[in-house]
């Protein structure tokens, strides 16, 4: 299961597979584990002869996020705006989520962030823009939007962040390797994501990175 957690992402940012080919495998992936057979993506990938088994070795495990040394200034801050930060959970190529914690209303969030590579103004209005549009969707199945913050930093620059729900789960993606859902549940899963997906298209809104890594239950059940 560790090497499935961004294996795709990592062959094609290494360009040892091309997008065609991932999707290909991808697609494979999906027949198989309705088939209830082994539906490892790396062994597709080998068995198409889209990886290499050296290749494959290498992405197995990513190398570690890299450690600031001691004294050095944090990539993220403690505080943004009154919402306290945890721990980061997640990176993505536009965006930082950490978990958060709002004091005011004694509840935990999730605060997604700029990374300082893009915070050039045309892709602080995309992000804007990005929370405006989540803030006008309302469904069960889709995270909440609490705020859009824009805090200044001690330099005087903006550093906008969106307030979210926290989701309190796992990935479908560990699910589908763990194989701890049966089929109907799986299944019910995707129901529930599509209807959310569903739900986005009524409103004009198009998810342009929709895989399993983005899906997650709750450990109520609840799929986000």
Request: charge should be neutral.
């Amino acid at each position: 299961a560790q090497a499935e957690n961004g294996f795709g992402q990592r062959a094609l940012d290494r360009h040892f597979v091309t997008a065609p080919q991932l999707v290909d495998a991808l697609l494979e992936q999906l027949r198989r584990f309705l088939q209830g057979l082994p539906a490892v993506l790396a062994d597709i990938l080998v068995e198409k002869g889209s990886l290499t088994p050296g290749q494959r070795a290498k992405l197995i495990e990513p190398p570690p996020l890299p450690v600031d040394p001691p004294g050095a200034a944090s990539e993220e801050p403690k505080t943004l705006g009154r919402y306290v930060v945890r721990r980061v959970i997640g990176r993505g190529g536009m965006g930082i989520v950490m978990a958060g914690y709002d004091p005011a209303l004694r509840r935990r969030v999730a605060l997604k962030v700029l990374r300082d590579e893009w915070s050039g103004s045309e892709q602080i209005v995309r992000f804007l823009r990005e929370a405006a549009v989540l803030a006008q969707l309302r469904h069960p199945n889709i995270v909440a939007i609490y705020e859009l913050g824009s805090p200044q930093d001690p330099g005087g620059a903006s550093a906008p962040f969106i307030a979210m729900e926290y989701v309190d789960g796992r990935p479908f993606t560990d699910l589908l390797l763990r194989r701890e859902s049966p089929r109907d549940r799986a299944l019910q899963i995707l129901e529930d994501a599509a209807r959310a997906v569903a739900h986005a298209h009524q409103h004009g809104v198009v998810h342009r990175d929709l895989k399993p890594a983005n899906i997650h239950v709750e450990d109520g059940g609840r799929v986000v």
